[in-house]
Nanobody, 123 residues
Framework: QVQLVEFGGGSVQAGGSLRLSCVAS????????IGWFRQAPGKERAFVAV????????EYGDSVKGRFTISRDNAKNTVYLQMNSLKSEDTAVYYC????WGTGSDHETYHTWGQGTQVTVSS
């Protein structure tokens, strides 16, 4: 079983950048696809991005395409989410999550979650 911890949240002005990290402990990190989701107050959890086990496949939510980049370093048991051109509507708690089979945007298919990190974008 893998455990996940997110780092890198904080406050930034609109147009700025942040990089989130999802660090895993436990076994066989490279056997899991890792996704990022976010949840703003009063809203449902939303898909942000996912990277496949080997890093060769990535998928993005429509609202972040062209601004966010997901990547992974299996030697460091870490997945990154580079967030550029941030907007106030990106404000949310960001979670990383792991799944064994495939990729995809359905949060119900992910079995392990981190505790989340707050990102606040001021306009």
């Amino acid at each position: 079983q893998v455990q996940l911890v997110e780092f890198g949240g904080g406050s930034v002005q609109a147009g700025g950048s942040l990089r989130l990290s999802c660090v895993a402990s436990g076994r066989a990190f490279s056997t899991y696809a890792i996704g990022w989701f976010r949840q703003a107050p009063g809203k449902e959890r939303a898909f942000v991005a996912v990277v496949s086990r080997g890093g060769g496949t990535t998928e993005y939510g429509d609202s972040v395409k062209g601004r966010f980049t997901i990547s992974r370093d299996n030697a460091k048991n870490t997945v990154y989410l580079q967030m550029n051109s941030l907007k106030s509507e990106d404000t949310a708690v960001y979670y990383c999550a792991a799944k064994v089979w495939g990729t995809g945007s359905d949060h119900e298919t992910y079995h392990t979650w981190g505790q989340g990190t707050q990102v606040t974008v001021s306009s």
